[in-house]
């Protein structure tokens, strides 16, 4: 199965920023939407935010105002910019790529924010 490759997790302090990339091969074209789901210990996966392939994006309420998803579409890569972090967001954070015919997932990227 074909994976997209995620970076950008790590530890911050409340208040801080990260930037979530997610690659897709180029194996995988004609991407239609492209976002994120995150899943903390004992709570269901959720939808954070996503972009559709023209460009209209959608986000968590608890999210919106604080996140910004992008896309580089000539790099076929998303970015989650995550500012102004809360220990609520804290969670392993779950991109995917979808096409008329598939979904594609990044292995995971554990956001952790601690002071």
């Known amino acids: 199965q074909v994976q997209l490759v995620e970076s950008g997790g790590g530890l911050v302090q409340p208040g801080e920023s990260l930037r979530l990339s997610c690659a897709a091969p180029?194996?995988?074209?004609?991407?239609?939407?492209m976002g994120w789901y995150r899943q903390a210990p004992g709570k269901e996966r959720e939808l954070v935010a996503e972009i559709s392939r023209s460009g209209s994006t959608n986000y968590a309420d608890s999210v919106k105002g604080r996140f910004a998803v992008s896309r580089d579409y000539a790099r076929n890569t998303a970015y989650l910019q995550m500012n102004s972090l809360k220990p609520e967001d804290m969670a392993v954070y779950y991109c995917y790529a979808d096409r008329a015919d598939a979904r594609y997932w990044g292995q995971g990227t554990q956001v952790t924010v601690s002071s």
């Open positions: 180029r194996s995988i074209f004609r991407i239609n939407a």
